[in-house]
């Protein structure tokens, strides 16, 4: 979160792991390879204070293997951030398969990524993230107990996606009300921006209010279905940043507040599921700032998923999944006071919460 995206060729001249752009004192990083059935993943660990390592595995196409591994460091410290922020006793980690989810995916190669993760001995907990369904968790429990998110018949919480929009559909109607001084969105124009698992709840939630919905995706097929299914209007403007919107929800995946767009962004606030939205928190949170747009924290807002995945360790009751994650409502008001009586973006008060967070345990668990 804290890393500037880069060129392959820049993060090539760095350190091949220590000094990569996005390593922010990571704990530990495990590549996994094995030969038979194609996998080739990395798993990281960034840090553990306040319990495993949970974070979901990701499956993607990455151009090459320096952009997996800044994904997975990226990734990986927001997930130690999501887990403090919303009080969980979990660290952060996180872990991405190199390939294209939909040719190479196999049973065996899942299985495979399961036995590494075994070996970690439940240091690093996995959890489904984009290029994952829910049966693919299940073929991981074949071989390892490390593993959440599990189907409902096998005594799992099954797909964590239904709560993690309910949880930025709270965090939305928060910024709401700090920005427009009331949390009601009917009537307000949303831009959803990709409309997978967690998009399209988001849809539903927004339409139910009588929000004017407009949705994008790179997949054509699904914006016919889903704009048909809830009445939502396809966005068809040439680009979605100049869009004339109060609320703009990054759905897709990350980086998507950058150089080339946060001074085209119209909209008052911005409010999505996507992990690590800012491509550098240090230069574009302070310029969404100035410009007066609020951003609800990527990190805080979509934790419904890890709080529904949470529960299933000990557990899982869904009532009580739904009843924490709808408390982000509070939490990212309390941030956004926060953040204005200490003179910091919502993203860094959000990190100063959760950093003192693990600070103070580091304390506890050294007496
Ligand atoms: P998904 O793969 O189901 O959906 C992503 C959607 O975005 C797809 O429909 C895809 O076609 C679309 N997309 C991809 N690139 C795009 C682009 N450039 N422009 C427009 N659309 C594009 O994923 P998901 O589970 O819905 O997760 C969405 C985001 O939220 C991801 O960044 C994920 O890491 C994050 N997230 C998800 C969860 C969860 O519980 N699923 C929890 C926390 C964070």
């Known amino acids: 979160m804290t890393t500037e995206i880069t060129t392959p060729q820049e993060l090539q001249k760095m350190d091949p792991v220590f000094g990569q752009l996005s390593f922010d004192n990571h704990e530990q990083i495990v590549f996994c390879n094995d030969k038979d059935t194609g996998l080739k993943a990395i798993i990281g660990i960034h840090n553990s204070v306040l319990g495993p390592a949970l974070g979901g595995t990701r499956m993607w196409n990455y151009a090459n293997e320096w952009e997996a591994l800044n994904d997975v460091l990226r990734l990986s410290r927001g997930m130690t951030y999501k887990s403090a922020i919303t009080g969980l006793d979990l660290g952060g980690g996180k872990a991405v398969i190199i390939g294209d989810a939909k040719t190479q995916k196999t049973p065996e190669l899942m299985r495979k990524f399961g036995e590494f993760v075994h070996s ?52 939305m109607k928060a910024a709401a009300k700090y920005q427009f001084g009331s949390d009601k969105l009917d009537g307000k124009k949303v831009l959803v921006q990709g409309i997978g698992h967690v998009g399209e709840t ?18 054509e097929g699904r914006l016919d279905e889903v704009s048909k299914k809830y009445g939502a209007s396809i966005f068809t403007g040439a680009d979605l940043y100049t869009a ?12 998507t507040i950058n150089d ?4 085209k962004i119209q909209a008052k606030v911005i409010a999505g599921a996507a992990n690590n939205q800012l491509a550098n928190e240090n230069i574009h949170g302070p310029i969404l700032q100035e410009r007066g747009i609020l951003y609800a924290p990527d990190f805080l807002i979509n934790a419904g998923g890890i709080i529904n995945v949470y529960a299933e360790i000990a557990h899982y009751d869904k009532a009580e999944s739904m009843r924490r994650t709808e408390n982000i409502y509070n939490t990212t008001l309390e941030i956004f006071d926060y953040a204005k009586t200490n003179n910091l973006t919502p993203q860094k008060a ?8 693990i600070a103070q345990r580091k304390k506890e668990n050294a007496k």
Do not use: F, H
């Not at 080339?260 to 001074?263: E, G, H, K, L, P």
């Open 202 to 219: 988001l849809v539903d939630y927004l339409t139910k209010e009588g929000a004017l919905v407009q949705i994008t995706d790179i997949n």
């Open 350 to 357: 959000a990190m100063a919460i959760a950093d003192n967070r």
């Open 244 to 255: 004339e919107v109060d609320i703009y929800a990054p759905c897709a995946l990350g980086a």
């Open 120 to 171: 970690l001995s439940g240091r690093y907990i996995t959890a489904e993230d984009v290029g994952m369904v829910t049966a693919d968790m299940d073929t991981v429990r074949d071989v390892t107990p490390y593993v959440t998110g599990i189907s409902e018949s096998r005594g799992g919480s099954g797909n964590p996606s239904p709560v993690t929009a309910y949880g930025v559909y709270m965090g």
């Open 260 to 263: 080339d767009t946060v001074y």
